[in-house]
């Protein structure tokens, strides 16, 4: 088995500096110590390819080669952006002959959004991706690093389906589900919409219906892009609705126009009458306004309320039940594409990585 590491920057690789943590650990060294430490060093069950898990001991062993690439220059997450999300894809494509399965090391901080943005790029991927990361360095006292990179190669070793997911504090989540939580819980992460893949112990304990739903989403013939065009950085603005937001400041929020909107409104999509004119003008001209909602727990339903009901007559279109990651990962990549205006929108409401519950 050939197992594939991207380190992108963050926590996990951090040292102490006199201005604050900093990229600066040996990852490559602490990886082969990892690694070596396992109850089975040279040897491990080969992921299935078809997402079908079987028993470790009736698996296929091989032994374990690893490779791994620190992308450059290395950020704090909170800097990525969608170049660096296409650099991790590139990292992938060009191992993706030889590597049975990748893990991707990741600052928690944006994690959630370029596991969104890999499952769009990586629908042609035929390998398990898996994002970890950790709350704490890996040379910290009490560091949950070397938990969640183990867990992540017990995920793939137990069968974890083609497409992308994330690895964090005992549980594998599907990755365009995934939202960060806390910034101090070793379970800084959850699902709020779905049911987590799987759990960690003793033995594994799988949620069947989300792992045959991730499966049948990872098979499915990707319907828009067999060769999606890179990502690139677009002009997407998130805009929070508070109790007495103007007309003024919405106005001036929206200029100049943005290629698209991420309108996080109250409940199932409601907003204040007033501002529903303001949308209705940058729909007007070009510009794609989506409707989240503002609730961990949310999914958006324009117009089962009259304060949502102008957005929708507005042009605007709900999110359904994406998380805000995967709806901003989302129109980058759609962008990217060269969506604009109205048929951005209109994408929007289609299934393309498992990220939307199509009613």
């Known amino acids: 088995m050939h197992l594939h590491f991207t380190y992108a920057g963050g926590t996990i690789g951090m040292v102490d500096s006199p201005h604050g943590l900093r990229p600066g650990a ?113 040379g910290a006292p009490g560091s949950d690093a070397a938990a969640n990179v183990v867990g992540a190669l017990q995920a793939l070793a ?17 990755g365009n589900r995934a939202t960060k939580i806390s910034t101090w819980s070793l379970e800084g992460f959850d699902s709020p919409g779905t049911a987590p893949l799987a759990l960690a112990g003793a033995p594994w304990h799988w949620n069947e219906r989300s792992s045959t739903a991730a499966t049948a989403t990872a098979t499915a013939p990707h319907a828009a892009w067999t060769q999606p065009a890179p990502f690139d950085e677009h002009d997407v603005i998130v805009v929070d609705a508070v109790p007495g937001l103007s007309v003024t400041r919405l106005k001036q929020l929206l200029t100049p126009p943005p290629v698209a909107v991420v309108l996080r409104a109250f409940g199932v999509g409601n907003l204040a009458p007033e501002l529903t004119a303001v949308i209705a003008q940058a729909v007007a001209g070009g510009v794609a306004v989506v409707v989240s909602s503002q609730c961990l727990q949310g999914e958006v339903a324009l117009g ?56």
Not at 52 to 63: G, I, N, S
Not at 158 to 174: D, E, I, K, T, W
Not at 340 to 348: D, F
């Open 26 to 138: 040996d990852l490559e060294a602490w990886l082969n110590d990892l690694l070596t430490a396992l109850p089975a060093p040279k040897h491990v069950p080969v992921p299935p390819r078809n997402g079908e898990r079987v028993a470790p001991d009736c698996a296929a062993v091989q032994v374990l080669n690893t490779s791994l690439t620190t992308l450059h220059p290395l950020l704090d997450s909170s800097q990525a952006a969608p170049q660096t999300w296409q650099s991790i894809v590139n990292d992938l494509h060009a191992y993706a002959d030889v590597a049975d399965a990748f893990v991707v090391l990741h600052g928690t901080d944006t994690m959630a959004y370029t596991a969104s943005a890999l499952s769009y790029a990586l629908t042609e991927l035929e390998q398990p991706v898996i994002v970890t990361g950790s709350q704490l360095p890996l």
């Open 158 to 174: 137990q069968g974890a389906p083609r497409g992308v997911h994330l690895f964090f504090g005992g549980r594998l989540l599907a």
């Open 304 to 359: 089962r309320y009259a304060a949502g009901d102008g957005l929708a007559a507005a042009g605007a279109v709900g999110s359904g039940d994406m998380t805000l990651e995967a709806t901003y990962a989302k129109l980058q990549f759609l962008a990217s594409q060269g969506l604009r205006g109205a048929e951005l929108s209109a994408w929007m409401s289609r299934n393309l990585a498992g990220e939307l519950t199509v009613q």
